[in-house]
């Protein structure tokens, strides 16, 4: 049951950058997701990243391998990370891999 | 202007000269095609330039002459026996009739003679680059007319064009052929190399029954999935995984799952302690870590009237016990992922199935199909179950075959152990 397209839109405000992650996170589309922070940690005086996952529809385990990378990427670059997951779809993901205190949460 | 006889016939083509001509016909596939904007444009512009009434892209059959494209004549096809297009084929260039009604090489021609009243023909031959001449870019008129020696070239140019239309047609069907062809062989390669990477056939252990299935979401990928059963001195180990990703890196990945786990289940560990071990192989196999995996993993000991089983999970579902009751429970502690960072703990849990119990062993991929990872797909999975409960093995599968829908997103597993 798709809601269609992935979207991300990245937004800064006092060196935090906060990425709203928007649709379904899965084996065609997640790949984008990684993309989309090494490209927001390209930019100059970036200190942390946040991932809002809030309006995510679906997210299987290509969208948590996708996290995961995200995490790596801001480690090697001396960059705090964190999710932010309400209850649902995405949170119960992360407790099933086993992973959910894997992340910082904001 | 005197009459162009440059193109007086030239000797007969030989029956396999024409065999080869009509094999070049085939093999541009244009026979009986339906109408085409570019080859109609081409006619229309013929009509146009020349100030005739009829213009044609002919093409020479065995016995019939076809018409491509006809402007200014509602005839789609002609036999080829009076057919001056047939002909025209038989020249090297272009075939000019100023006035067919006193030219030797067409005053008796039906067409000329008959009550069509042709008395202008002039042909440029479709010649392929390997030299067969296809069929003519042709112009008609009822009159009698003279062509110029630059009208001629005009003619041959649109011949020209003519040919390059078919021949883009021709390699834009190769394209495709070929597309075909490398997409058959991404397949082949594909089901060659899962098929390593699964049991060719499941051992016989005694006092337990396997069913097994593998449904794969995307033909020409090689899918994540996997499963094994392996024989122990006390029963066997059951196995199933789901490694992260798809393709020829996902493939290697699945194989070092595999064979560490069939390696480890050489000792006598618990599952825990096996997972404990692939999780620090696979970890510090791929130093840059892209890839993880998730799995259960069951150890399996048959006793008088039931069996003794051991499960530990590394971030996959928990398997579902089938009591031959109907009741249905889960089995597993949760334990991360696979693969991803080395160091990680696992948790063994144990638990006693009796004879006619089931223990069924899947990947997300099931959940997924039901519709999510959440109480109310656990349920559905429950009742389902329920419904089979005391079945076979293949039963069990064949029910749990039914959830699986058309759009899969991801490959699902299930391996079905049953208690004899």
């Given at each position: ?106 | ?234 029963g066997c180990a059951v196995v199933i995984g789901d490694v992260c990703g ?175």
């Open positions: 049951v798709s809601d269609g397209e992935l979207s991300l839109d990245a937004t800064t405000a006092d060196s935090i950058c906060r990425v709203a992650v928007a649709g379904d996170v899965d084996l065609l589309t997640a790949p984008r997701l990684p993309e989309e922070i090494a490209a927001v940690l390209s930019k100059n005086g970036i200190q942390g990243v946040v991932l809002d996952l809030a309006d995510v529809s679906f997210m299987d385990s290509s969208g948590l391998r996708a996290l995961l990378q995200a995490q790596e990427l801001t480690k090697e670059r001396g960059t705090t990370f964190a999710l932010s997951v309400p209850p649902g779809q995405v949170a119960r993901l992360l407790e099933l891999a086993g992973v959910a205190d894997w992340f910082d949460y904001e | 202007v005197s009459t162009d006889l440059r193109s007086t016939a030239t000797s007969a083509q030989s029956a396999s000269d024409e065999a080869q001509r009509l094999a070049a016909v085939r093999r541009y596939d244009v026979l009986d095609t339906p109408p085409d904007g570019a080859f109609e444009r081409i006619t229309s512009l013929a009509a146009t330039l020349f100030k005739v009434p009829i213009a044609i892209v002919s093409i020479v059959d065995t016995d019939r002459i076809w018409f491509k494209s006809h402007h200014g004549l509602d005839v789609e096809q002609i036999d080829r026996a009076p057919g001056l297009c047939a002909s025209a084929i038989l020249q090297d260039g272009p075939w000019v009739v100023e006035d067919a009604a006193v030219d030797p090489r067409t005053l008796t021609n039906p067409l000329v003679a008959g009550d069509f009243g042709l008395r202008f023909y002039a042909g440029v031959p479709l010649q392929t680059n390997d030299g067969f001449n296809l069929g003519t870019l042709c112009i008609i008129d009822k009159e009698p007319r003279e062509l110029a020696a630059r009208e001629v070239e005009m003619l041959e140019d649109l011949a020209g064009v003519v040919m390059d239309e078919l021949e883009l047609r021709l390699s834009a069907r190769r394209s495709v052929a070929l597309e075909a062809e490398s997409r058959q062989m991404a397949e082949d390669l594909a089901r060659t190399l899962q098929d390593s990477l699964l049991p060719l056939e499941l051992p016989a252990v005694r006092g337990l029954e396997f069913a097994t299935r593998y449904h794969v979401a995307f033909r020409d990928r090689v899918g994540g999935d996997f499963y094994d059963v392996i024989p122990t001195d006390a798809k393709g020829a890196k996902a493939a290697a990945l699945t194989g070092t799952a595999r064979w560490t786990v069939r390696t480890a289940s050489l000792n006598a560990w618990t599952p825990a302690k096996i997972l404990a071990r692939l999780n620090d192989v696979i970890a510090r196999a791929y130093e840059n870590p892209e890839r993880y995996l998730t799995i259960a993993f069951a150890d399996i000991r048959p006793r008088e009237a039931g069996a003794d089983i051991i499960v530990s999970l590394g971030g996959h579902p928990h398997p579902v016990i089938l009591r031959h009751t109907g009741a249905v429970e889960r089995i597993g502690v949760t334990a991360p992922i696979v693969g991803w960072k080395s160091g990680v703990s696992f948790t063994d849990a144990s638990a006693r199935l009796n004879s006619g119990d089931v223990l069924v062993l899947f990947t997300d991929g099931l959940q997924d199909s039901i519709g999510g990872r959440d109480a109310a797909s656990d349920a559905v999975l429950h009742e389902v179950l329920g419904s089979v409960a005391g079945g076979t093995a293949e039963e069990v599968a064949d029910r749990l075959d039914q959830l699986i829908g058309d759009d899969m997103r991801d490959d699902v597993a299930f391996l079905i152990v049953r208690i004899a």
